[in-house]
């Protein structure tokens, strides 16, 4: 069964700062995706990582997929408050590539 | 991408009652997924749709406490039956589609007394 786990599970950073966060999947799977969602919001799609190697970056946001490791990061550089929210990664399990597990989640908060 | 209009938004149930969700999509999809986000927590997938048989249910879900409906391409229901206070969560709908990915619902908040 696969399972999909994030580090750390909250994190509180200082505007200005870089940090990353970690999310390791526990079978094989093709592709990951990473959501950002506010407090009482839906989900909102921040990157779709397709292959072995793929780096996408959006803003002070960089994403980026090692299949063999079975690693992704998203990786915060200057965090500014307007990042606090709490971060999902999520995978598609081979044996089923139309659904979705979801990590347990990071919960950033930004403070000046 | 497809654009999801899901409600009610939230709701205040008793205990022992049912409360039906519905999820409808501005273009035809072939799979919808139904998932819970229980407080603080992550999201857990319920079920996936399909249109014309039967939903598939994830370990822990049975169709007695989690029916759905899934008449058309474009539309959902998932009922939450005989609810208890553990059953208050977030529930969403979501549909794939092949060049943009998921896409979310906005939600459906449950609070059960």
Known sequence: ELKVEQNPLFLSMQEGKNYTIYCNYSTTSDRLYWYRQDPGKSLESLFVLLSNGAVKQEGRLMASLDTKARLSTLHITAAVHDLSATYFCAVPPLYNTDKLIFGTGTRLQVFP | ?113
């Not at chain 2, 022992?16 to 919808?32: F, Y």
């Not at chain 2, 998932?35 to 994830?58: C, D, F, K, M, V």
């Open chain 2, 1 to 113: 991408s497809a654009v999801i209009s899901q409600k009610p938004s939230r709701d205040i149930c008793q205990r022992g009652t049912s409360l039906t969700i519905q999820c409808q999509v501005d273009s035809q999809v072939t799979m919808m997924f139904w998932y819970r986000q229980q407080p603080g927590q992550s999201l857990t997938l319920i079920a996936t749709a399909n249109q014309g048989s039967e939903a598939t249910y994830e370990s822990g879900f049975v169709i007695d406490k989690f029916p759905i409906s899934r008449p058309n391409l474009t539309f959902s229901t998932l009922t939450v039956s005989n609810m208890s206070p553990e059953d208050s969560s977030i529930y969403l709908c979501s549909v794939v589609e092949q060049n943009y990915g998921y896409t979310f619902g906005s939600g459906t908040r449950l609070t059960v007394v």
